[in-house]
């Protein structure tokens, strides 16, 4: 069964520090996408990144990097020099079976994110 | 903005009601998917229509229901409404194969 863990309830940093929210996921296909959304205070869900489980290069988007590592079953999210803007709700998710009619998409319970000024 | 439309943004009920939500896609989203989040369960997938057909079901309750239309909009229908069931409704749709999600703003549902 798919499964997505959070550990991290909620973290605080203070601005210009790097912050790591960790992701650990379960899932018996070999095919699978894994995916961070961020909720801002605003609410509304935003799509940060998708990852396919054939592709294990890292990825980096200017300060948002992330560390996919199918040995550990983990998709780690890194905000370098956090900035305020960064507090939010980071969720990370799975989706085991892209290439079936199943389309469900499991959210792990989310990170939230203090930036402190 | 996503271009996923939810309406209404707020509702407030009482126990044993009935509401419904409503989702309107991105225009071209064949897919439509239905999320409850509450402070203790997480976002919690419900159920999700493509094309008009039922494609994936979660822990979505039995007096809950949903329907996807022709024009591709979708409605999440509560009945007997529970304190329990408060919470944020989000609807979120996505391209046809493709599971990155485009999310509404939600509509909070209050049970009184």
């Known amino acids: 069964a798919q499964k997505v863990t959070q550990a991290q309830t909620e973290i605080s940093v203070v601005e210009k520090e790097d912050v790591t929210l960790d992701c650990v996921y379960e899932?018996?296909?070999?095919?699978?996408?894994l995916f961070w959304y961020k909720q801002p205070p605003s609410g509304e869900l935003v799509f940060l990144i998708r990852r396919n489980s054939f592709d294990e290069q890292n990825e980096i988007s200017g300060r948002y990097s992330w560390n996919f590592q199918k040995s550990t079953s983990s998709f780690n999210f890194t905000i370098t020099a956090s900035q305020v803007v960064d507090s939010a709700v980071y969720f990370c998710a799975l989706s085991d079976s892209p290439m079936n009619r199943d389309d469900k998409i499991i959210f792990g319970k989310g990170t939230r994110l203090h930036i402190l000024p | 903005d996503s271009g996923v439309t939810q309406t209404p943004k707020h509702l407030i009920t009482a126990t044993g009601q009935r509401v419904t939500l409503r989702c309107s896609p991105r225009s071209g989203d064949l897919s439509v998917y239905w999320y409850q989040q509450s402070l203790d369960q997480g976002l919690q997938f419900l159920i999700q229509y493509y094309n008009g057909e039922e494609r994936a079901k979660g822990n979505i309750l039995e007096r809950f229901s949903a329907q996807q239309f022709p024009d591709l909009h979708s409605e999440l229908n509560l009945s007997s409404l529970e304190l329990g069931d408060s919470a944020l409704y989000f609807c979120?749709?996505?391209?046809?194969?493709?599971?990155?999600?485009?999310f509404g703003s939600g509509t909070q549902l209050s049970v009184l």
């Open positions: 899932t018996r296909d070999t095919t699978y996408y």
């Open positions: 979120a749709s996505s391209v046809a194969g493709d599971e990155k999600l485009f």
